[in-house]
């Protein structure tokens, strides 16, 4: 299977919250991450956790993780028609000899209705 | 302070041909990683250099290649170019190796005809 799982659509009306969720397979992941993506445009890093944290918060986002199930979650307060984006999750891997590159998820296109 | 600066931001080549990509990391940066983005398979790793050697490696073949310079530019080659290299190719800078933050680029667009 996908080393890092995500649904591809999420769909909420403009002022309602919205919970990205992702699931990774691999417990060595040291660094966990979220991306939004306009069309036509790079990744911005949103945010990240590092693996010994079960929750980040900054501004409208919050981070949830449970390490013992592999979840991330990624939280937007009222949301807005801004945030429609794609929303990548990613985890970083020390092997310890350097980082091996982010694992992607194939990404959640998050649809606001107004 | 400036971001992640790649260039061009949009190709067009034909088949068999190559093609050079350019990414200036954020000043201070000296790990630069390049990813392909494709819509079947993704965003996939391609290798991410530090102080002007390669430490990482994806899976992908020979004909993709890279360098970093002494002020941490970074450059991509691929040779002999298939239709399926078509892709948006993304450059991410960190300041260290462990991609604590890495920032990324807004990308090249290569489409191969």
């Known amino acids: 299977g996908e080393d890092v799982e995500q649904s591809l659509f999420l769909s909420v009306r403009e002022g309602d919250s919205s919970v990205i969720n992702c699931t990774y397979t691999?417990?060595?992941?040291?660094?966990l991450y979220w991306y939004k993506q306009e069309p036509g445009a790079g990744l911005q890093l949103l945010t990240y956790?590092?693996?010994?944290?079960d929750m980040k918060q900054d501004q409208r986002l919050t981070v949830l993780l449970n390490k013992k199930d592999k979840h991330l979650s990624l939280r937007i307060a009222d949301t807005q028609t801004g945030d429609s984006a794609i929303y990548f999750c990613?985890?970083?891997?020390?092997?310890?000899?350097?980082?091996?590159?982010?694992?992607f998820g194939k990404g959640t296109h998050l649809i606001i209705q107004p | 302070k400036a971001g992640v600066t790649q260039t061009p931001r949009y190709l067009i080549k034909t088949r068999g041909q190559q093609v050079t990509l350019s990414c200036s990391p954020i000043?201070?940066?000296?790990?630069v990683s390049w990813y392909q983005q494709t819509p079947g398979q993704g965003l996939q790793f391609l290798f991410e250099?530090?102080?002007?050697?390669?430490?990482n490696k994806g899976n992908f073949p020979g004909r993709f290649s890279g360098r970093q310079f002494s002020n941490s530019r970074s450059e991509m080659n691929v040779s002999t170019l298939e239709l399926g290299d078509s892709a948006l190719y993304l450059c991410?800078?960190?300041?260290?190796?462990?991609?604590?933050?890495?920032?990324f680029g807004q990308g090249t667009r290569l489409t191969v005809v």
């Open positions: 250099y530090f102080s002007e050697t390669q430490r």
């Open positions: 000043s201070g940066h000296r790990s």
């Open positions: 990613a985890e970083s891997r020390d092997s310890g000899g350097g980082a091996d590159g982010l694992t």
């Open positions: 991410a800078s960190c300041y260290g190796t462990a991609n604590t933050e890495a920032f």
């Open positions: 691999d417990s060595s992941s040291t660094y």
């Open positions: 956790i590092f693996s010994n944290m």
